[in-house]
């Protein structure tokens, strides 16, 4: 399944100033017994206009907050919305950080239980007097204090970018404290906090402090029990400023502890008392990539596996922290690609959105999942708008993103295996999933014209030497060409140099390297985009085209069975990296043959070559073919009716049935018929069923009637066949076997409902009442055709076994005589005479006249055997039944002694 076009969530208002304006985009909690939970909400901050509040299950705008137009935020927003039980009333606080005031801003809405009554906002304001710094973040750390629950549950913590972080009463009436911490301040005069981020302790137990025991027990400090005023942990990334180019190695990751209570003389507190220093660590470098753009680097953690998240325009980063020295565990790097956005959705899967893609990746195996192309996200009515990932929601499976103005949400439920809502574990990063969606190189399969190719690209191709290399370099070189100019007649001269070929019936006929065939079909088929009406629509876009056709390289393929659907998509498939090719819709490929010739002819050829096509393919030609020979028929009678009664409209009728005869259409037919009857009957039932409808059944059932009735299947010997309505109806002719399957397979895809609630045809009320009893009734003639042949096989049974014989005698002796000897001995064993008006062939045994019993050669030897014309050069031993050369004595021996079985010899004393 392809990863679908997202669906519209809500038009975003534009910033006052659009040129520097911002939109921030943060997430909305719930808080109950001192725990924290994502809400399906988010907070959007846009500058100068208002803090809106969407619900993104069911898309409305929750609530908005006005600002003042000269305001800009700094930062992500915060929002949290709980129930107080004692007043029956729903509070929800928006905390921003918002500049030039320099300040923290609480919005607070107060609903009733009911929703009826109208919400009481108001806000409050906490001006930053002892810092110039620019606040990055902003978030809520939960108290557990159980007296003051309903009052402030919670308190907010506000980190500027110089490193210092202050605690904030959540009504923003009182700071706890101010503080920039020692370790903090050691650096603070070069480097810059540029990514927060707050972990529940009972989370970081579970991960982040999984193998550090003594980390947790030294954030724990004199807490005893635990799940008791339990603290939380923040975490710091900061790197050096002042350049546009740093290292892995210099990004340090600051990791405190914050205590949930707060003592009653916060005054008297030293700095580990207010924010325990834990840990500092720095990132590793990786390899390949030693300097990245400090304004490039976008910073997330993953708190269900301790990962910091780095994603920057070529690729991502996983940096796991639960480990004693920070290591990476999965990373994809795209030299030549420009990511927008990356956002982590699993444990080993990323969601990134590049220059012409939106993929869904495997990071462990480095593959393409999903993908869908970034034209198909509409919307957005600023075209240089990138792709943004802001959130994910697991259970919903939904991935929300922002291109411009828009809001969008990408369903991923269906590109699991799971359903998102199910308490089992989705698949993740199987290696199966990821086969022959690498993404370690973005070129072509078959491009070897790279300064360093790889190796098993070389192996595929079958490429051995340098020179092979260099022909392979011309062809291709040749082939783009040739696609490039349209030039067909060039295509087919590349094809037959490269094979070194004088003609196309050189042309290699055995095994052909798959891949070489797979890199001509890349150049003849193509993926082409539609016009959709609606923009938003999440059916595929994508049509199965033919850009050119070159006569004799087509044919060729045709006749190898190299020209398949399924070749067609793997051409395709390997073409479009990186990006996945979407499911083709079922009679894709036989519609763009049908498009791009409309005499049929290519289609008729392809279906009549060796390779087996599924059954819905065949189906949906079937249909085509039946409804082309019902309407051409009609038009044809029309076209006669025209010549006949006007001479000006002629030309103009001629000229339509001029570019598919009926002998083609019916050839087609046939074809098609003869070709699904390969498959099960119950695979052709539900393929015909689904593609076909009952008038086109009954067509195709009509048609069968014929072939049975001209097919002398249903006529005794003794008969004169009737005249076939159209000779062209039964050619080529199908088999008794075929005939009665298929019309089993019809009669069961209408079913009997079907039949039931038949309607007539034309005026004819009683066509489809009557055809299943006319049916019966001819079946019943070709059952009584069969006994009588096999009554007549019976009788002629000897004759049938003496011209077997004679068949494998005269084949024998041509293989070991000259032509010459095996023209002539033919001709003595076969005479041909008339009897009664009909043509007989009469074997003669060969014997001189004479000799035996007739002298014409009409009676049949006594063993019903042919003579054996000479001695065969291997022998079978009867004790052992091993096969034996004889020796040119032994073979002279037989002949000498051989004598005729009826002969007789005069023994003269």
């Not at 137009?69 to 039980?85: E, N």
């Not at 540029?194 to 030294?218: G, N, S, T, W, Y």
């Not at 990132?283 to 596996?305: C, N, Y």
């Not at 049974?797 to 000259?818: C, F, G, I, P």
Request: glycine residues 4%; contains cysteine; charged residues 25%.
């Amino acid at each position: 399944m392809d990863l679908q076009p997202p669906s519209v969530l809500a038009q975003l208002p534009r910033p006052l100033h659009a040129s520097q304006g911002k939109t921030h985009i943060g997430e909305v909690y719930s808080l109950s017994d001192s725990k924290k939970r994502k809400r399906y909400e988010v907070a959007v901050a846009v500058d100068g206009e208002a803090v809106n509040i969407y619900n993104i299950q069911t898309p409305k705008l929750v609530t908005s907050y006005a600002v003042p137009p000269q305001s800009s935020f700094s930062c992500q927003p915060c929002s949290v919305r709980r129930k107080i039980s004692d007043k029956s009333v729903v509070k929800r606080q928006t905390y921003v950080a918002v500049n030039p005031q320099k300040e923290i801003k609480c919005f607070v809405e107060e609903t009733g239980d009911n929703g009826f009554s109208a919400p009481a906002i108001s806000s409050t304001s906490f001006s930053v007097k002892d810092s110039s710094s620019p606040t990055v973040f902003v978030g809520i750390v939960p108290t557990g204090s159980e007296e003051e629950e309903e009052k402030s549950p919670f308190d907010i913590l506000a980190v500027h970018q110089d490193g210092r972080v202050r605690r904030l009463a959540a009504d923003l009436g009182n700071q706890r404290w101010s503080l920039q911490h020692s370790e903090v301040a050691k650096i603070s005069s070069s480097y810059a906090v540029q990514a927060c981020f707050i972990v529940e302790f009972e989370d970081a137990k579970k991960a982040l402090f999984k193998r550090r025991q003594d980390l947790a027990a030294l954030a724990l400090g004199d807490l005893v029990n635990s799940n008791v005023d339990e603290p939380s942990v923040l975490l710091l990334v900061s790197y050096p400023t002042g350049s546009n180019e740093i290292k892995l190695s210099d990004v340090k990751v600051h990791m405190f502890s914050v205590p949930a209570k707060m003592p009653s003389q916060g005054r008297s507190l030293d700095e580990n008392q207010k924010l325990k220093h834990l840990l500092t660590i720095s990132i590793p470098d990786i390899k390949g990539q030693e300097t990245f753009e400090s304004s490039d680097l976008e910073w997330d953690f993953h708190t269900g596996s301790a990962g910091l998240n780095l994603s920057f325009a070529k690729g991502f980063v996983n940096f796991d922290l639960s480990q004693y020295k920070p290591t990476v565990t999965s990373q994809f790097i795209l030299e030549n690609e420009g990511f927008s956005s990356l956002m982590r959705i699993s444990p080993q899967s990323v969601i990134g959105a590049g220059n012409s893609i939106v993929a869904l990746f495997d990071t462990q195996y480095k593959s393409i999942q999903r993908s869908i192309a970034i034209d198909d996200i509409h919307g957005s009515n600023d075209s240089k708008a990138r792709t943004k990932f802001v959130s994910y929601y697991a259970k919903l499976g939904i991935a929300v993103a922002t291109k411009g103005n828009t809001l969008f949400a990408f369903d991923l439920s269906s590109s699991n295996t799971l359903s998102g809502s199910s308490l089992k574990r989705s698949r993740d990063s199987l290696l199966i999933d990821a086969i022959g969606r690498g993404i370690g190189s973005s070129a072509s399969h078959w491009d070897v014209a790279s300064k360093k190719p790889r190796t098993d690209q070389l192996s595929s191709l079958g490429l051995t030497s340098k020179e092979q290399i260099s022909r392979w370099k011309k062809l291709a070189a040749d082939l783009r060409a040739a696609s490039k100019s349209q030039n067909s007649d060039a295509f087919d001269s590349a094809v037959q140099t490269y094979f070194n070929a004088s003609n196309p019936d050189t042309l290699p006929k055995g095994h052909v390297n798959s891949e070489v065939t797979l890199f001509l079909l890349s150049f003849i088929f193509a993926l082409k985009d539609t016009e959709r009406k609606d923009q938003l629509s999440a059916s595929s876009s994508s049509q199965l085209v033919i850009d050119f056709w070159p006569e004799r390289t087509c044919q060729w393929l045709i006749e190898l069975g190299h020209l398949s659907l399924n070749s067609v998509e793997i051409a395709l498939r390997r073409t479009l990296k990186p990006r996945i090719l979407p499911a083709l819709a079922t009679g894709s490929f036989v519609q763009a043959l049908i498009d791009a010739d409309s005499t049929l002819k290519r289609l008729i050829d392809v279906v009549q070559s060796p390779v087996i096509f599924s059954s819905d393919e065949l189906a949906y030609a079937l249909k085509f073919f039946l409804n082309m020979a019902r309407s051409r028929s009609a038009t044809l009678e029309e076209t006669t009716h025209a010549i006949t009664s006007s001479e000006e409209n002629s030309v103009d009728a001629v000229a339509q049935i001029s570019e598919a005869t009926l002998q083609d259409i019916f050839r087609g037919l046939n074809t098609t018929l003869r070709k699904i009857h390969i498959h099960p009957l119950p695979a052709i039932t539900t393929s015909i069923r689904s593609t076909l409808s009952r008038t086109e059944i009954i067509a195709m059932t009509h048609h069968l009637r014929l072939s049975l009735a001209t097919g002398g299947y249903a006529s005794r010997f003794t008969e004169n066949p009737p005249t076939p309505i159209c000779p062209d109806q039964t050619t080529p002719s199908l088999t008794l076997n075929t005939i009665t399957d298929l019309l089993n397979v019809s009669i069961d895809a209408v079913g009997p409902s079907g039949w039931i609630s038949a309607t007539a045809l034309d005026d004819t009320p009683t066509r489809e009442m009557d055809l299943i009893a006319d049916m019966k009734s001819e079946i019943s003639a070709a059952l009584a055709g069969v006994e009588e042949a096999s009554y007549l096989k019976g009788v002629l049974r000897e004759y049938l076994r003496y011209t077997d014989s004679v068949a494998k005698s005269a084949k024998s002796a041509a293989t070991t005589q000259k032509p010459k000897d095996s023209d002539e001995q033919t001709s003595t064993l076969v005479r041909l005479e008339k009897l009664n008006g009909a043509d007989l062939m009469v074997f003669r045994s060969g014997e001189e006249e004479g000799f035996e019993g007739d002298a014409s050669g009409k009676m049949l030897p006594l063993s019903l055997k042919a003579v054996s014309t000479d001695v065969s050069k291997k022998k079978v031993k009867k004790s052992t039944g091993e096969i034996k050369t004889r020796s040119n004595r032994e073979i002279g021996y037989l002949r000498r002694k051989a004598v005729g079985k009826y002969s007789f010899e005069r023994l003269v004393v």
